[in-house]
């Protein structure tokens, strides 16, 4: 096939050949911008997680239509926070949720929710909570962080 006169004959591709290899490179490229943005969310919610439980306060990482995170909540609404020192923090309405609990998973050996911290420690999920609760023992870690009146 002469494109213009002069021109050097090319060589003869066929749709199907030229078409496969568009679609491996399309199918490299999204695999290789979903793996970044996969650790850039990744990356993202380590850091909103780390910054979340740091201090002195009492952190729940929930989703509001979960029992356990309910009864959790419930629990922790006996005792008298001082201002700012108890946060519930709603993953469900998150984009990045899938990222949080994979992280969650990685730092306290659990993915569901709730996950409750107190200070920069996990004491567990809802019913962890109530068996500190019963035992007396939940009030004593919410005063050794500060994080009660």
């Given at each position: 096939?002469?494109?213009?006169?002069?021109?050097?004959?090319?060589?003869?591709?066929?749709?199907?050949s030229?078409?496969?290899?568009?679609?491996?490179?399309w199918?490299?490229?999204?695999?290789?911008?979903?793996?970044?943005?996969?650790?850039?969310?990744?990356?993202?919610?380590?850091?909103?997680?780390?910054a979340?439980?740091?201090g002195?306060?009492?952190?729940?990482?929930?989703?509001?239509?979960?029992?356990?995170?309910?009864?959790a909540?419930?629990?922790?609404?006996?005792?008298?926070?001082?201002?700012?020192?108890?946060?519930?923090?709603?993953?469900?309405s998150?984009?990045?949720?899938?990222?949080?609990?994979?992280?969650?998973l990685e730092?306290t050996g659990?993915?569901?929710?709730?996950?409750?911290?107190?200070?920069?420690?996990?004491?567990?999920?809802?019913?962890?909570?109530?068996?500190?609760?019963?035992?007396?023992?939940?009030?004593?870690?919410?005063?050794?962080?500060?994080?009660?009146?």
């Amino acid at each position: 096939m002469r494109l213009w006169s002069g021109a050097q004959t090319l060589p003869t591709v066929s749709l199907r050949s030229y078409s496969s290899v568009c679609v491996s490179v399309w199918n490299y490229y999204k695999q290789s911008q979903f793996r970044s943005l996969t650790l850039q969310q990744a990356e993202m919610a380590q850091q909103f997680v780390k910054a979340q439980i740091k201090g002195d306060k009492v952190v729940v990482f929930m989703k509001p239509t979960c029992s356990f995170c309910i009864m959790a909540k419930d629990i922790l609404s006996n005792y008298k926070f001082k201002p700012g020192h108890i946060q519930y923090i709603d993953i469900n309405s998150r984009s990045d949720m899938d990222s949080i609990q994979d992280y969650l998973l990685e730092l306290t050996g659990q993915r569901t929710v709730p996950r409750v911290f107190i200070g920069e420690e996990c004491v567990g999920g809802g019913s962890d909570v109530a068996a500190l609760h019963r035992s007396g023992k939940l009030e004593g870690m919410l005063q050794a962080v500060g994080a009660v009146q």
